[in-house]
């Protein structure tokens, strides 16, 4: 039933958006310019012309506001944008990673957490967030929370590079020697020769 009601509101705010004109020829031409600028690499053109067409209520807009700012380094503009994107619509997970961009960028380090963790509540399956939250808590040493998320992404990845390679590590920072082993192994199977494999497991003779 509750997702049913999010789906119906979703509809609703996507139905409100088309009636207003979110999508009239001057909009088209406005986004249609932008990518044209960004393939320029001038990203202030190419944000130049959306602001001229901006309407505030616009998911779009502020989405894409929010990722031309970051390329223009005005992370602070950009959260503002990939925030104005997550009001309008709340369960976005491209808003939210788009978010962790100038978070990141800023070195805000606990706002990126709660953004991953927040996708991970909505979508407890999202094997970006899984990795991209364990690689945080890896580099914490909170090896138990990092071993968690490594697996989950090996769990759904068995035979996924990055996954295997980071439980690895985390398995040998915790002194499980022989799961350690294994998981290198698995690795090397993936990408014969990979130097940070046979890194660990040089560390584990």
Known sequence: MAFMKICLSVLLLLVVMVTKGQYNDAVLQAFAQSYSFEKENNFLQS???????????????????????????????????????????PYSEEARFGLVLPLAANKEWNEVTKIYTQILENNPGNTVALYRLGLLCYERKDWAQAYRLFQKVVDFYPFGYDGLLMLAWTNLQMGKNREAKILFNKVILYSPGDKSALEGLKLLR
Do not use: I, T
């Open 47 to 89: 944000a130049a012309v959306l602001k001229k067409a901006y309407q505030e209520d616009s998911y779009e807009f502020n989405l894409r506001l929010g990722w031309l700012s970051y390329n223009l380094k005005n992370y602070e503009e950009s959260k503002v944008y990939y925030k104005m994107a997550l009001s309008l619509l």
